[in-house]
């Protein structure tokens, strides 16, 4: 008899096995330590992990690619000038987005003009492509800025709390109470119209949501067993905080500023739908589906749809890329990173 048919049922009394808790497999899928320092071979193992279930995701890779292909025609739409220097000199955009041609108003899509003319003769492609740069700009600029200001404020505010804490998660309960678009519109009323006033009007709406986000994760983040060993070494503050913290509690905070991204298009669209956004004429997308708001109801439907279509497709890529973000970064996910394969 081998040793394990002689071993009496009574061997294993009172042995407790939990499944799902073996080191080996821990261990293999990155979630035996919690603490990953920057450059080692575990972070660097997770990142590849990561990257690994974000590109099985075949609906996240659709939405990069449809965001690559109007980001690219957003910038070589029209030649790039920075301080009488030409940055980029090619033009991809077959009309000028902001010359009228009254020898053709308000005509449908043909070859000549594949999503027609407005009101003044513009012709809308061009418009749609070059306005890409508004749009765009303002969605990215925005959440880096916004990033910049909540991720090191709620950081401090989780890690050190009392008064710090107080004070900061003041600040942003008093935002929060004013609702999002209504907040923008009167910031934008005191600051004025303009580019860059918009992105500020902006940011000091959008940080207080990553600032929150990045707080309730710290408080949770700080009590692992490695946070209290790099105090008791003599760690500086600023060196828990964003070496051994932040990256910990980073995850869901990159997941929203992914999806957040699509909702500073919309909400730039929207000011600019209300006349609030960039100066009038502008091809910004949201300018435009204002300038033609009119002529919907008079049958010229190519005038507003294009825009319209062009945010639609944006705000539904980047809503893609952020649910593949989640996905990947997701270590409770034990799909691997598939949904959208099949």
Known sequence: MSQETQRSPTDDRGRIRVKGFDAEQLAERGELYEWEPEGSDMARSRRARAWRRFKRNRTALIGVAIIAIMAFAAVFARPIDVAGFTVQPFSLAPYDPGASNFDALKQPPSLTHPFGTDWSGKDIFSRVMYG???????????????????????????????????????????????????????????????????????????????????????????????????????????????????????????????????????????????????????????????????????????ITVFPGLAIFLFVLSINLVGDGVRDALDPQDKSGGDRGVR
């Open 132 to 302: 890409g740069r508004f749009s765009l700009s303002v969605g990215f600029i925005t959440v880096a800025i916004a990033l910049s200001i909540g991720v090191p404020l709620g950081s401090i505010a989780g890690y050190y709390g009392g008064w710090i804490d107080e004070v900061i998660m003041r600040i942003v309960d008093v935002l929060y109470s004013f609702p999002f678009l209504v907040l923008a519109i009167a910031l934008i009323s005191v600051l004025g119209q303009g580019f860059w006033k918009m992105i500020l009007a902006l940011v000091l709406v959008v940080w207080i949501s990553y600032a929150r986000l990045i707080r309730g994760e710290i408080l949770s983040v700080k009590e692992n067993e490695y946070v209290t060993a790099a105090e008791a070494l003599g760690a500086r503050d600023r060196s828990i905080i964003f070496r051994h913290v932040v990256p910990n509690a980073l995850a869901p905070v990159i997941v929203q500023a992914t999806l957040g991204i699509g909702t500073i298009v919309l909400s730039a669209a929207a000011l600019g739908f209300l006349g609030l956004g960039l100066q009038p004429g502008t091809s910004e997308w949201g300018s435009m589906l204002s300038s033609g708001r009119e002529t919907l109801v008079q049958g010229q439907w190519w």
